[in-house]
């Protein structure tokens, strides 16, 4: 997939090659994308008009990524992922944490012996990540299967979106409330 920008009577031109799910942040200066380089899915950061793109999230970290978006006052990025990460440096500058390397489920299935069975892969949690790396934070342990992110405009909640709900996630405690059982797949905004 193909990230393009186009200026209103210009020419379309790539910004992201390789990329899905992009994620804008409210003044345009910033994109966050997910890409897979064959060692799996990865959160990248892009900054407008300079500086080189960067992983808020590494290669492998998380079995899977969904759609990540960035908070309305452009601090945070909030995404769904499947699996448990451990511990690494982010490549963004301004690290000002850890984020994860290489996910657990790949040692656990690597170690013979009993293991549970997932009829329909890992369940997925609500992450967020600070924008300039760093700081990686399980939000809710709302699980469910590919789930997308959408903020409100004051920044306190996310509404979630799984195959078969909708829900809304307050960032600062993690409660849940189920808005409907009703759900789908793609993205989503919050207006």
Same mark, same amino acid.
């Given at each position: 997939?193909?990230?393009?920008?186009?200026?209103? @009577?210009?020419?379309?031109?790539?910004?992201? /090659?390789?990329? *899905?799910?992009?994620?804008?942040?409210?003044?345009?200066?910033?994109?966050?994308?997910?890409?897979?380089?064959?060692?799996?899915?990865?959160?990248?950061?892009?900054?407008?008009?300079?500086?080189? =793109?960067?992983?808020?999230?590494?290669?492998? $970290?998380?079995?899977?990524?969904?759609?990540?978006?960035?908070?309305?006052?452009?601090?945070?990025?909030?995404?769904?992922? /499947?699996? %448990?990460?451990?511990?690494? $440096?982010?490549?963004?500058?301004?690290?000002?944490? *850890?984020?994860?390397?290489?996910?657990?489920?790949?040692?656990?299935?690597?170690?013979?012996?009993?293991?549970?069975?997932?009829?329909?892969?890992?369940?997925?949690?609500?992450?967020?990540?600070?924008?300039? @790396?760093?700081?990686?934070?399980?939000?809710?342990?709302?699980?469910? =299967? =590919?789930?997308?992110?959408?903020?409100?405009?004051? @920044?306190?909640?996310?509404?979630?979106? #799984?195959?078969? #709900?909708?829900?809304?996630?307050?960032?600062? #405690? @993690?409660?849940? %409330?189920?808005?409907? =059982?009703?759900?789908?797949?793609? #993205?989503?905004?919050?207006?």
């Amino acid at each position: 997939m193909r990230v393009l920008r186009q200026q209103q @009577g210009g020419q379309a031109e790539d910004v992201v /090659s390789g990329g *899905r799910y992009p994620g804008v942040s409210a003044d345009e200066s910033t994109l966050v994308f997910v890409r897979n380089d064959g060692q799996g899915d990865a959160l990248w950061r892009q900054v407008r008009g300079g500086g080189s =793109d960067c992983a808020l999230v590494p290669a492998g $970290a998380f079995v899977f990524l969904g759609p990540p978006r960035i908070s309305p006052d452009g601090s945070t990025v909030a995404f769904g992922a /499947s699996g %448990e990460p451990t511990l690494a $440096a982010s490549s963004c500058a301004g690290d000002s944490g *850890r984020t994860p390397a290489v996910a657990r489920w790949f040692l656990e299935w690597s170690i013979p012996g009993d293991r549970v069975a997932y009829a329909h892969g890992r369940p997925w949690a609500i992450w967020s990540v600070n924008v300039n @790396g760093g700081g990686l934070k399980r939000l809710s342990d709302l699980t469910g =299967d =590919d789930l997308s992110v959408a903020w409100s405009a004051d @920044g306190h909640r996310l509404a979630v979106l #799984t195959p078969t #709900t909708l829900n809304v996630v307050t960032v600062a #405690t @993690g409660a849940v %409330e189920k808005l409907a =059982d009703v759900g789908g797949e793609g #993205t989503l905004d919050w207006r």
